[in-house]
């Protein structure tokens, strides 16, 4: 059985994460909180295994809302709440995947949110077969939770739900909305490329570039979460490039988000580079 340390010092926490969903014919993540930004930042393996992933989480603490859980369900996953209650809490950081007899998980400190990539948080992949024993014992426990009789399946009726991470924070909306009034333009860092910015909302920023122009003619959306995972990386590590957004974060439009928060208080843009970071404080 092959074990290491994985965390997010290195990324290499969610690259773990993201490589065992995308092992699995069907997976099962024992969670206590959910946001949106955790369930972006696995996306497209969600979507990968096509409804074969299982996700259980608590709504105890208030941390997970119905606009996250929405999100899952949108990609595949089913959805169960567990609250065990009687000075009880579920609470534990479970990746697990299974194809046939292999099984690889992920154990460790961090919840399906964005701290997956902006915590300082650890853990330790395992990968092998249900014949390894610390394994099949995880596999058990994991399906034991979901199995649990005080466990119920997710209401889809909670997607009514509005707010969430994936509306802009209200500091970033404010900041955003008055920058953009100031001056709708923002440079590309580097190339000086135009993005202009036609509209600010909670759920995302229309940005209208030469290419968006030429595809369809309109502005095009860069999505809520993706400024607030930008954000949150930003301010937990000092500096955020462009590929870091698209590589990492996979945040698409990275050379226009970096633009923006470039001039957004408190940031700079790094000389040389499509890069942004704190100002010395």
């Not at 399946?153 to 900041?175: C, F, N, Q």
């Amino acid at each position: 059985m092959h074990v290491e340390t994985v965390s997010t010092a290195d990324q290499s926490l969610l690259g773990a994460v993201r490589a065992t969903l995308a092992s699995a014919k069907n997976a099962l993540l024992c969670v206590a909180f959910v946001h949106s930004r955790g369930v972006h930042l696995v996306e497209k393996e969600l979507k990968a295994l096509a409804g074969g992933t299982r996700l259980l989480v608590t709504t105890t603490f208030d941390q997970t809302n119905g606009s996250a859980l929405a999100v899952a369900a949108q990609h595949g996953a089913v959805v169960r709440t567990l609250n065990p209650g009687s000075g009880s809490s579920y609470h534990p950081k479970v990746y697990l995947a299974r194809s046939g007899n292999k099984v690889q998980a992920v154990v460790g400190s961090a919840n399906l949110t964005g701290g997956l990539a902006t915590n300082l948080e650890v853990g330790v992949l395992m990968r092998g077969t249900m014949d390894d024993r610390p394994l099949a014992t995880l596999h058990d426990w994991a399906e034991s939770m979901w199995n649990d009789r005080r466990g119920e399946h997710w209401l889809p009726l909670v997607a009514a739900e509005g707010g969430g991470d994936d509306e802009l924070a209200p500091w970033l909306l404010d900041a955003l909305s008055r920058e953009a009034a100031r001056e709708p333009v923002f440079r590309t860092l580097g190339s000086g490329a135009e993005n202009e910015v036609t509209e600010v909302t909670r759920s995302e920023v229309l940005v209208s570039t030469e290419r968006a122009r030429r595809k369809t003619g309109q502005a095009a959306p860069i999505p809520a979460w993706m400024f607030n995972i930008a954000w949150d990386y930003l301010n937990a590590k000092g500096e955020l490039t462009n590929q870091v957004l698209l590589n990492h974060l996979r945040v698409h439009r990275s050379s226009a988000v970096c633009a923006i928060l470039a001039r957004l208080p408190g940031v700079e843009p790094v000389p040389g580079r499509v890069a942004v970071r704190l100002k010395s404080r």
